[in-house]
């Protein structure tokens, strides 16, 4: 939240994941395949609880940093129909910026209309309100550099400093064909497909390592920063 301070941006919506407090609990009770019997019931609200928990520390670091910030669950606003968002009013976010104060948001548990309930990621979430609100751009904060060639972890792997979308779509492409099925930039190759539509809308996306000082802010203050800018 001091990077976000530092940068002086005035007007922006922060989503974050789930990360220890809402994926151990939605591995455990199978969210994400939706309702499969009464037993799930009490996983649902025990994952909404947590994440409310990790929103909440969350929340107190902005203010603490004397940061608008003003936490919106997304469940209240979003429904879903096999996993992908279907409905979504935006009319109390849009109020919110409006006042020049932040919303606060994750990735949560909702509603859907054909699996009764699903985890809806926060990089859907991210992707989609990028899109709906016509954002500048988009940052998403890893635990790495940004998009690589080849797995971070392998030391020949070298970082994609821009890419096009036909970049994106080369990538999402290989993964898709591979026999084995092999994710070929990990994790990263989920958010590359829920960025492809913020791309072609003319959104620039950063990807970038949170983890490391300033890089968020530089970013959001639209400095050049290490990590890999998408662009159409």
């Known amino acids: 939240m001091e990077e976000i301070r530092s940068s002086q941006v005035e007007s922006m919506v922060v989503v974050h994941g789930g990360g220890s407090f809402g994926h151990p609990l939605a591995k455990k009770y199978r969210l994400s395949d939706g309702y499969v019997n009464d037993s799930q019931l009490i996983g649902f609200a025990e994952t909404r609880q947590a994440m409310m928990k990790l929103n909440k520390i969350i929340l107190d670091s902005a ?3 004397q940061l608008r910030c003003v936490s919106v ?3 209240a606003f979003i429904r879903t129909r096999n996993k992908r ?10 109020n919110i910026l409006d006042l020049s104060m932040i919303p606060l948001m994750f990735g949560d548990v909702v509603l859907d209309q054909e699996l009764k309930f699903c985890i809806l990621s926060g990089d859907q979430l991210t992707s989609r309100l990028a899109m709906e609100l016509e954002a500048k751009r988009m ?6 550099d940004g998009v690589f060639d080849s797995n971070p972890k392998n030391p020949e792997a070298k970082l994609m400093k821009r890419m096009t979308i036909q970049d ?4 999402v492409e290989i ?3 591979s026999d084995q099925s092999v994710d070929v930039t990990g994790e990263m ?7 492809l539509p913020v791309v072609e809308k003319g959104i620039q996306v950063i990807v970038l390592n949170g983890r490391m000082p300033g890089r968020i802010s530089m970013a959001l203050s639209g400095k050049r920063v290490i990590g890999t800018t998408i662009e159409k």
């Open 139 to 144: 940052i998403l904060a890893t635990n790495v």
């Open 189 to 195: 190759i989920g958010k590359m497909r829920e960025i």
């Open 175 to 177: 993964e898709a064909e």
């Open 63 to 65: 203010m603490n940093r």
């Open 168 to 171: 994106v779509k080369n990538l």
């Open 85 to 94: 968002i279907e409905e979504i009013d935006l009319g109390i976010v849009r």
């Open 73 to 75: 669950q997304p469940s």
